[in-house]
């Protein structure tokens, strides 16, 4: 598969997080010469935070994670497939994801509520948890190795049990890669920052290019820090964080049963302890989460199945932020409004459309649209004397910004998408994702 | 532009409806050597109804017939423009829809109000009401002429006031033409049915193929029957016809500024008045509308932009209808089914996607799905022994059923819609509507 002309040069240089491990390994599930699992190992006295899909028809290893969860028990690995969603698969896909955490709690001496795992892949086919299983000697002795290179130690097989200290390393790549399924490009981000006189460092790998809409399509994130965050607070951190990260990306609308962003916190770095996630003392922290998270959800985009244009759109004025989520994200994904992008049509009639069709009550004599910062229309209708040159001299690029003006009150949203291409049709009549 | 490959063998035979005149012209305002511009004038004593778009967004003409509609004058005429849909158009468009009416109001001999107009096309483009008013001697000219043609009368322009007999002949075709855009092929419908002791006719006409969804997209449709309906009567009966029909079908879930759906009721036929829409005499009439309506709905979606399959979707079981039909638009919304299905692709995961997406709190441990009759997915998961060969057999042919059993209640829908392919970004990203 060609690689998505919209994607980054390279994948980022990503530090290891200190008491997180990872290891990948190829199952042969569904695909030849390449990883497809990957384990994510962390330290005792790490704690975790998930997001998941909102689906009725949420996948068996999503109600698995949230159980897991809820149940409270502190979190020991993270296992992740792709190839098979272990979706709709009803008792069996139950079964799948029961044996599948059992087996590595075995291996990794914890309670099977401490694995938590993710899938992604086709919807309703049966998963074997034995093809799963088989990799999973080598996943743990893989995290035991990784950590006796990164920490000198010669007992590869004692460091991998959940007392060992891990050390992820520059496996950042392969784990990247080993998630993906229609991505044309691994994912990854990160960035440091100080709690109080600590520096930290957060580093995070997403998949995801098609089925991707609010909440959260088949879309899976996984972001470690260093830092020492109890978990009420990192849960916090990351419900605000994915507003304004992967729900505030679009690809096709569709919403995926399989999507789940974890965040895990080893808490090896040290720092003063926050009281909450409104700590001061997290400033810094929630700006770079924000970074990270909004990093990997823009390469979704990039990556979006047929994408040729990254859509930047910003609503202003309306009566609230949630309202102008609503018509930003209306905008976002109207199929003739990305058709007219992906043609380097200016033709901004459709976005009025999609205003529209928001339904929010909008009165459209206020409503103003500009496309790469060029007025187009205010006060409901086109300005006097417009020019369509500079317009379409924007189109042109690769990067296109749409921002509308409701006039109505303070609400904002920003939201990313890309353009309705022959790519996709492409992609999405032939895959069986 | 090719006819789509899902059109019917041909337009269908539709007789006139006494009461009712037709004329067509061009105006030259987008298009070349087609006409643009429809007029539809009915006698004294006729009664209307209309259903128009909920955007916030919605067209100067869509405000104008709004409110003349709520004024209470008794209907003259209705006037229509393809090229141009006058929306988002501020004041100008005001200007341009009052002028539009006043003027064909002077040359019919009624009150502006009387007049009610219908346009569509590009959207945010001034459209000059000097180009429209050039026709508007030809169009009433032409009234008077077809129906002095047909009433062997020689009095033409006399015949052209609203005192005059209208029968507007075999002008539907031309008339259908007329209100063409996008659409590959004219739309009409007719069928005759009983009220009481009298036969009744109902004709009508429908544009539309792309920005099509609830509610109604752009989509002109202008029903006429013969029958004696008193408005009231006329409203509810054009309101519930319009939720089985325009309101269930949808091509890419967008909304237009334009949309209408008129229905005139000129009485002619001369049968005993009902008291109320709900009257037993009307049971046969109601079913009439529903054919004539559901035929034009289909047939749009039948010319939905790069249409090449026609799906039907079938959802049963939900808690209520609402709920039966937010899931079945889900499905037909969503770009991931209409791609497999333009790929001929049994990627029935998709439809499980689609379900849990809806977010009704659906119990996924009783859905079902069936393609083609063939039970897919039966309580929660694939069927034992699942042979996709009869499927993929089914999904090789034009017409694609999808049925989906909720297990909650006796909540049904029924939407159409069709696939997403290579043709609509085509269309999309070239033409400027």
Same mark, same amino acid.
């Not at 994915?242 to 399989?258: K, L, W």
């Not at 909004?294 to 990254?310: M, N």
């Not at 060029?374 to 086109?382: S, Y």
């Not at 300005?383 to 042109?396: I, K, L, R, W």
């Given at each position: 598969?060609?690689?998505?002309?919209? =994607?980054?040069?390279?994948?980022?240089?990503?530090? =290891?997080?200190?008491?997180?491990?990872?290891?990948? =390994?190829?199952?042969? #599930?569904?695909?030849?010469?390449?990883?497809?699992?990957?384990?994510?190992?962390?330290?005792?006295?790490?704690?975790?935070?998930?997001?998941?899909?909102?689906?009725?028809?949420?996948?068996?290893?999503?109600?698995?994670?949230?159980?897991?969860?809820?149940?409270?028990?502190? $979190?020991?690995?993270?296992?992740?497939?792709?190839?098979?969603?272990?979706?709709?698969?009803?008792?069996?896909?139950?079964? @799948?994801?029961?044996?599948?955490?059992?087996?590595?709690?075995?291996?990794?001496?914890?309670?099977? !509520?401490?694995?938590?795992?993710?899938?992604?892949?086709?919807?309703?086919?049966?998963?074997?948890?034995?093809?799963?299983?088989?990799?999973? /000697?080598? #996943?743990?002795?893989?995290?035991? !190795?990784?950590?006796?290179?990164?920490?000198?130690?010669?007992?590869?097989?004692?460091?991998?049990?959940? /007392?060992?200290?891990?050390?992820?390393? /520059?496996?950042?790549?392969?784990?990247?890669?080993?998630?993906?399924?229609?991505?044309?490009?691994?994912?990854?981000?990160?960035?440091?920052?100080?709690?109080?006189?600590?520096?930290?460092?957060?580093?995070?790998?997403?998949?995801?290019?098609?089925?991707?809409?609010?909440?959260?399509? @088949?879309?899976?994130?996984?972001?470690?820090?260093?830092?020492?965050?109890?978990?009420?607070?990192?849960? !916090?951190?990351?419900?605000?964080?994915?507003?304004?990260?992967?729900?505030?990306?679009?690809?096709?609308? /569709?919403?995926?049963?399989?999507?789940?962003?974890?965040?895990?916190?080893?808490?090896?770095?040290?720092?003063?302890?926050?009281?909450? =996630?409104?700590?001061?003392? #997290?400033?810094?922290?929630?700006?770079?989460?924000?970074?990270?998270?909004?990093?990997?959800?823009? !390469?979704?985009?990039?990556?979006?199945?047929?994408?040729?244009?990254?859509?930047?759109?910003?609503?202003?004025?309306?009566?609230?932020?949630?309202?102008?989520?609503?018509?930003?994200?209306?905008?976002?994904?109207?199929?003739?409004?990305?058709?007219?992008?992906?043609?380097?049509?200016?033709?901004?009639?459709?976005?009025?459309?999609?205003?529209?069709?928001?339904?929010?009550?909008?009165?459209?004599?206020?409503?103003?649209?500009?496309?790469?910062?060029? @007025?187009?229309?205010?006060?409901?209708?086109?300005?006097?004397?417009?020019?369509?040159? $500079?317009?379409?001299?924007?189109?042109?690029?690769?990067?296109?910004?749409?921002?509308?003006?409701?006039?109505?009150?303070?609400?904002?949203?920003?939201?990313?998408?890309?353009?309705?291409?022959?790519?996709?049709?492409?992609?999405?009549?032939?895959?069986?994702?």
């Amino acid at each position: 598969m060609t690689v998505s002309s919209l =994607a980054p040069d390279r994948f980022p240089d990503m530090p =290891a997080i200190a008491g997180l491990g990872l290891a990948t =390994a190829a199952s042969g #599930l569904k695909y030849t010469g390449r990883d497809d699992m990957l384990l994510m190992h962390c330290d005792k006295g790490s704690s975790i935070a998930a997001v998941f899909t909102k689906s009725d028809t949420a996948a068996a290893p999503v109600q698995w994670s949230r159980d897991a969860l809820a149940s409270g028990h502190p $979190p020991a690995a993270i296992l992740v497939n792709a190839g098979n969603a272990n979706a709709f698969t009803g008792s069996a896909g139950t079964a @799948t994801v029961t044996a599948s955490a059992t087996g590595m709690a075995q291996r990794i001496g914890c309670t099977p !509520q401490a694995v938590l795992l993710a899938s992604t892949g086709v919807i309703g086919e049966p998963l074997d948890s034995r093809v799963l299983e088989a990799t999973f /000697d080598g #996943l743990v002795a893989d995290i035991g !190795q990784n950590n006796s290179d990164e920490n000198g130690s010669d007992n590869a097989s004692d460091n991998a049990s959940n /007392d060992a200290s891990n050390n992820g390393g /520059d496996n950042w790549s392969a784990a990247a890669a080993a998630i993906m399924t229609t991505d044309t490009f691994p994912k990854g981000a990160s960035t440091t920052c100080m709690i109080g006189d600590t520096t930290v460092t957060l580093s995070g790998i997403a998949k995801g290019a098609g089925m991707i809409a609010p909440d959260m399509a @088949t879309m899976l994130g996984f972001i470690a820090t260093d830092a020492a965050l109890p978990a009420p607070a990192l849960t !916090q951190l990351l419900r605000t964080a994915t507003e304004r990260s992967f729900n505030a990306i679009t690809v096709d609308s /569709d919403t995926s049963t399989n999507d789940s962003v974890f965040l895990v916190a080893t808490g090896a770095a040290g720092n003063h302890a926050p009281t909450s =996630a409104d700590d001061s003392i #997290l400033d810094e922290f929630v700006a770079a989460l924000d970074r990270v998270m909004q990093d990997l959800a823009c !390469q979704i985009v990039r990556d979006g199945e047929g994408a040729s244009k990254f859509i930047t759109i910003d609503v202003t004025g309306a009566t609230d932020d949630a309202a102008a989520r609503k018509i930003a994200l209306s905008i976002a994904n109207s199929p003739l409004v990305k058709t007219a992008i992906a043609g380097e049509d200016a033709n901004w009639g459709r976005i009025v459309m999609a205003v529209g069709k928001a339904g929010l009550g909008v009165d459209q004599s206020r409503v103003g649209i500009a496309i790469g910062g060029i @007025t187009v229309a205010a006060d409901g209708m086109r300005v006097e004397g417009y020019d369509e040159t $500079p317009v379409a001299a924007h189109m042109a690029g690769q990067d296109v910004a749409i921002a509308v003006q409701i006039g109505d009150g303070a609400g904002t949203s920003r939201v990313w998408t890309c353009d309705l291409t022959h790519g996709y049709v492409d992609i999405n009549a032939d895959y069986r994702s």
